[in-house]
């Protein structure tokens, strides 16, 4: 009687649990928003994490690639505020603009990595239903200007946090660093203008003397698109 190897079904089980692995997410989209508060990082305001906040509100859209890796795109509309009074230095009486208040509609994509393998099912996977999450992008904002469109283009970096609330359901935390092309986050105008260079100085040249911004944010999501294991449970 011939004997029966196991060597090709073990191949075909670890070729399935490997396949599984690089695709294995229980849902493929995330849909969801989230309620923000932006602080400006510039010439005039307050240095660190701790500055004047404005809030906003975001919907967010996420594509689930695998149990570590998911691609993140939002849309969100902020407001930013600064203020002589929460400036670090001392700027002459020439400066006749002490402060400025915009909103922006601001539009990101990137990507998000997971430091556990995340997923609500897959539990043979060793996923977790939390897991810290790195993510970086590009974003592009637009704001009006002195009758003028602004559109301001940026680098992000977030560091953030996932858990599972129900199924389907999840929530995340999150902070937000984006630094930009433009030294005039305070606007277009004569008196915006001033508060870019305040003490009269020409500035690094390139992104090094850039204007900033942080976004604090927590929000809710909802997954969708359930996905079809391929091993059985």
């Not at 089980?13 to 490997?18: N, Y």
């Not at 389907?168 to 902070?175: K, L, N, P, V, Y």
């Not at 630094?179 to 008196?191: A, F, N, Q, V």
Request: charged letters at 20%; glycine letters at 12%.
């Amino acid at each position: 009687m011939p004997r029966l190897s196991l060597a090709p079904l073990l191949a075909i089980a670890c070729f399935g649990l490997t396949l599984e692995q690089a695709t294995g997410q229980t849902y493929g989209y995330e849909v969801g928003g989230a309620i923000q508060s932006s602080y400006y990082l510039g010439d005039l305001g307050r240095k660190g994490v701790i500055a004047p906040q404005r809030l906003g509100l975001a919907l967010e859209l996420r594509r689930n690639i695998n149990l570590r890796w998911t691609l993140a795109s939002e849309l969100a509309l902020r407001g930013l505020r600064g203020s002589y009074r929460y400036a670090a230095t001392s700027y002459p009486d020439v400066v006749t603009t002490r402060s400025f208040s915009r909103y922006l509609l601001d539009l990101s994509a990137g990507g998000e990595f997971h430091f556990f393998p995340y997923s609500e099912g897959e539990r043979y996977l060793g996923t977790r239903s939390w897991t810290p999450v790195l993510g970086a992008g590009f974003s592009l904002a637009s704001g009006m200007s002195d009758r003028h469109l602004q559109v301001i283009p940026a680098l992000y970096l977030r560091l953030g946090v996932k858990l599972l609330l129900a199924p389907r359901w999840t929530m995340h935390a999150g902070w937000t660093l984006r630094r930009t092309s433009t030294d005039h986050l305070e606007g277009l105008g004569k008196e915006e203008r001033q508060l870019s260079q305040p003490l009269g100085l020409t500035g690094s040249s390139g992104w090094k003397g850039n204007d900033s911004y942080g976004v604090w944010s927590i929000g809710i999501s909802y997954s969708l698109s359930p996905r079809q294991s391929l091993l059985c449970k």
